[in-house]
Each structure stands twice: as C-alpha cells, then as structure tokens.
C-alpha cells in the first residue's frame, strides 16, 4: 500500500511523463494522471498508453471543450479581457478551469495530493496553485520541476531511458507551445530576443498575411448578450463556432501577436500568440457595444475589462472580486444583441456593418439632412453652462501668475 496518492496533470510531454515516474518514487505514492481536453489538437492520441508505461495507476481524459469556451473564454469575451491590451487570455484563462477538473479528480479519487508541470518562474504555478487552494484548501501541492534534482532535458531523457519511460523520439522542437480553443502561446527559442521577428516556423496554424489569398474573407457573426451565436447566417454550437472562425482567420494571417509582456512573477518575458478566433470575436464585440452601452456604461467597463484581464492572468479566476466583476459585466451585456459584418484580409480585420433591435444609434438625432431632430439652439445653453467652471479658472490665472512673480521679486 502506497503512503499517498497523487493526481498528475498530465501532458504527455517529457517532463509530466518523468514526473509520473519520480512522484512514485519519491513520493511513495500511488498515480492518478489527468488530462484535460481544451481542444489542443496535438497531445492526445495515444496518452493513456503512455501514462500507464510511465507508472500511472489510474488514467483521467476528460474533454472540457464546452465548458471551456462557455463558461471560461465567453465570459472574458463579455468582459473584453485582454491583457496588457493584447494578450486575448489563451493560457491563462485554461488554467483555472483545468485546475478545477483536476481538484474534482483528486476528491473522487480520495487523493491527498496533486501535483502539476509548471516551471518555478512562469505564470501557471501561481494559477494552478491558487485555483486549487481556492477550491480545495487541504489539498498538498507538488511542483517536481521546482524542487528535483534534474538541470537540463538532457538529464530526464537519460532518466526516462533508464526507468523505460517513454519518450517521444522526435525531433525537440525549438519552442514552448502551449494550445488550446482559444489560441495558442510560443515561446523559447529565438524568441527569446525581442529583437528578433518570429520567425514562420514558430506559427502553427495561421498563414502569414503576406501569403493570405488577395481577397480576404467576409464573416458576420450574430450575437445575443453578448454571446455570439450564429456565423455568416448560421447557427452554431460554441465549439464549431470559435473553431470555424480560427479556420478562416488563420487562412487570413489573422490573430498574429507578438508581446512583451509582464508576469506575475517579476519579469518581463516575450511571447508570440495566435489567436484567430478569439482577435475576431473581440473584435465584433467591441463593435457592437460601440452601437448599444450607455456612454457612461462603455467607458466605465474599459475599467473593468483592465482589472478582470488582470484578475484572470494573475490566477484569481476563483475569486470574489471576479465574481462580483461578471455580475457587472453580465448585467451589461443584456442588450449586446445584434450582427456585425467583418472583413478579414491579410492579416487585418474592418468592421463593415453593424446592426442591433436595441441599437442606440438614432438617425434623426445623428442626420445633417433636413430629417435632423437635434436641438441645434439647445447646445448654445449647454455650452454656456459646460464651459463655465474653465472660464473662472482661468479669470484667477492670471492673478495667479502676478502673485507668484511679486513674491520671487
Ligand atoms: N505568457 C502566457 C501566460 O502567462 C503563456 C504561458 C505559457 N506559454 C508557453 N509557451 N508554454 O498566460
């Protein structure tokens, strides 16, 4: 009988298969491993084999794709959480979701422990730690890559090679690529120098705009609440629907961003992102809370949308301030319903039409025709009235000025 009983979030990789192995080991424990499916199309054919090879007991994949993008990717959507302005929140809005399935294993399982494949200096230790704290506070946590004796990849392949722990025979790719629905992150490599173009190799799905066909694409995309629903006239299951919309934007060299950007953790680090579906979405969102929030409403939520990116990049998904944050941005959306058409071409997007039932453009207030219904002589008074405070300013200005020179004479 083992001492403990660990749930691994599990990748497939190198380091989540050593760490299977060397949990056991070290640990004494008993291995649960845990897969959740985001939609990453390249990790999941053969996993269980491979965790069952590598010392695991027990073997969890889930697909978590709904989910995901319902109750994870649409409300940041709502929110129109991008991070420092252009980070649309691929990984970061996968952990918390990830480390909730994780915790609903390890309970059902009777496990005291999990343990996850994050580096000690990148952003997704504090997600998947502080998620699993907020969820499950007894719950011991193990981070291997930040307290085993392994200094390079070359010394867990010679690990693996020893305990038979398969290993992919593959060429190391020059990256570190994390995937999901909502887009895909890049780094490492020559990346590391900001300097340096991301070279064509570091993108996995999108065609550069230089290549993308000369035509370009029109797509228009149907919301309700802010959710959207349809594209080009046709309803859609949330899952079709972001990944029909990363076809077509990555066909168009759409979604490329390439960031420096601050982590968590004190340093600033260079990532490229694709993100095709999610630069879209954004996009005609924005679009169409231009034509339907308040004034005051619109501006006040840009304040809100900088602080839910943060709450969402910094790990605190699962936290009241968040809640309370989609509260606001859900009563908001109560009237982001309509259609907007974009235009996607070589790497850019243009908005070319915009309608809402409760749009609060109005053309008789907004017409230069004879049809106009605004009070052109009101503003006279307006402007009197608005301008008043400046105007008494500045009569003390001047007086201002007068006293400071005497004083210095
Ligand atoms: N910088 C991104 C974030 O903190 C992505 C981190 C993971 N990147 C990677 N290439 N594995 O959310």
Known sequence: MSKNKIVVAYSGGLDTSVMVHWLKNNYDAEIITFTGDLGQTKELSGLKEKALKSGASKVYVEDLRKEFVEDYVYPSLKAGAMYEDAYPMATSIGRPLLAKALVDVALKEGANMVSHGCTGKGNDQVRFEVS?????PDLKIIAPLREWEFKSREEEIEYAKKHNIPV????ENPYSIDENL?????????LEDPMVAPPEDAFQSTTSPENANDNGDDVSIEFVEGIPVAVNGQEMDS????KFL??????????RIDLVENRLVGIKSREVYEAPAATILHFAHKELERLTLDKSVMHYKSIVAHEFSNLIYNGLWF?????AL????DKTQERVTGLVKVKLYKGTLRVTGRTSPYSLYDPALATYTAEDQFDHKASEGFIK?????????????????????????
């Open 132 to 136: 699993v704290g907020a969820l499950a």
């Open 168 to 171: 992919a025979a593959t060429k």
């Open 182 to 190: 909502w887009g895909t992150s890049i780094e490492c490599g020559v």
């Open 239 to 242: 899952i079709s629907l972001v």
């Open 246 to 255: 990363n076809a077509v934007g990555a066909k168009n060299g759409v979604g």
């Open 319 to 323: 936290s009241p301030l968040r809640e």
């Open 326 to 329: 989609s509260a606001f941005v």
């Open 385 to 409: 009235i608005y301008g008043l405070p400046l105007k008494t300013y500045n009569r003390v200005t001047q007086k201002v000025k007068n006293d400071r020179k005497s004083a210095v004479a």
